[in-house]
């Protein structure tokens, strides 16, 4: 049985990073046809509809009224704002770059979480968080010469908010969220911040092509929902949270592969600064505790670590 436990959480977190992976490569094809605010609200709607449905098959409960500045925060940090400059990244940005940007989003939960959480950062740690932005610096190298054009930038802001997401995330956990409820509530108030875009997103869906209204929605049912739900079902089963948060290293590699799939040629800094990227994160998740953790803190920086998309 425990064989077949571990089989099925393998399958789910392996199926939530290749969703999330594909989304860099999807969201460039959506950006040839609609605005960047287009895509986030028609992309979450469809991911509420999804959701709504599964909350109401879950009869998962809602927040508690107390709580709902939290889930605000989440859902403004997460997906609403996120999402914008996610997608504002994504006009100008290769997929692979654009997933190495945003990669750097667990060592800077590592150093948000030192300023909001008191938590100690050993050097190990520090030297990691050097490493993880000499490898941004990196990748903003071109022929030579040191360029943060306007795209990285927005993506570089997008790895920014997503620390800042995780950290209240780890708050929710603390207030006996589960990771489902936190996912689901967030994604309906970030939907609801980009509502005000939908009466101009209508007529760009009306006028696209059948080739990229399935973009559309496939991005809201797979990314943006399907894929938290595999995850939600990956931590299920999972004796300890890295046994599923390691295959977030997974993601930036597979977002390489595909954006050669379609075309996409990364320049060599590229490569150089990825791999120190990925190097800083995988240093920041494997490395051992600074201080003993409770099984509900180990829980909560498990599902911190999870990419969101």
């Given at each position: 049985m425990e064989k077949n436990g571990a089989f099925f959480r393998?399958?789910?977190?392996?199926t939530s990073i290749v969703m999330w992976a594909?989304?860099?490569v999807f969201t460039r094809i959506a950006v040839r046809h609609f605005l960047p605010v287009a895509i986030g609200v028609l992309r979450y709607s469809v991911a509420s509809v999804v959701l709504i449905s599964y909350v109401m098959l879950k009869r998962v409960k809602?927040?508690?009224?107390?709580?709902?500045?939290?889930?605000?925060?989440?859902g403004t940090c997460g997906f609403g704002l996120y999402m914008t400059l996610f997608n504002l990244g994504m006009q100008t940005v290769t997929a692979s770059v654009a997933s190495l940007l945003i990669s750097t989003s667990p060592v800077i939960t590592a150093i948000l979480a030192l300023l909001f959480f008191k938590e100690k950062m050993g050097f190990v740690k520090w030297l990691a968080f050097l490493i993880a932005f000499i490898g941004v610096a990196v990748i903003c190298l071109r022929d030579g010469d040191f360029r943060l054009d306007l795209g990285m930038a927005y993506l570089l802001l997008c790895g920014m908010l997503m620390g800042l997401y995780n950290i209240?995330?780890?708050?929710?956990?603390?207030?006996?969220?589960?990771?489902?409820?936190?996912?689901?509530y967030s994604i309906f108030v970030g939907t609801a911040l980009l509502l005000p875009f939908l009466p101009d997103a209508v007529p760009q869906l009306v006028l696209a092509p059948v080739n990229q209204i399935l973009v559309i929605v496939y991005m809201g049912v797979f990314p943006a929902s399907g894929a938290f739900l595999f995850w939600a079902f990956a931590l299920s089963k999972a004796e300890k949270m890295s046994e599923v948060t390691n295959f977030m290293f997974l993601s930036p590699v597979l977002a390489f592969l595909m954006g050669w799939g379609v075309g996409e040629e990364p320049p060599l800094s590229a490569f150089i600064g990825g791999a120190l990227v990925m190097a800083g994160?995988?240093?920041?998740?494997?490395?051992?505790p600074d201080r003993p953790s409770s099984p509900a803190k180990e829980e909560a920086e498990g599902y911190i670590n999870s990419p969101s998309l």
């Open positions: 393998n399958i789910f977190a392996l594909s989304n860099f809602p927040p508690n009224l107390c709580h709902l500045g939290w889930f605000v925060l989440s209240i995330v780890k708050k929710l956990l603390q207030l006996d969220y589960e990771p489902l409820q936190i996912t689901a994160g995988i240093i920041v998740n494997l490395s051992k």
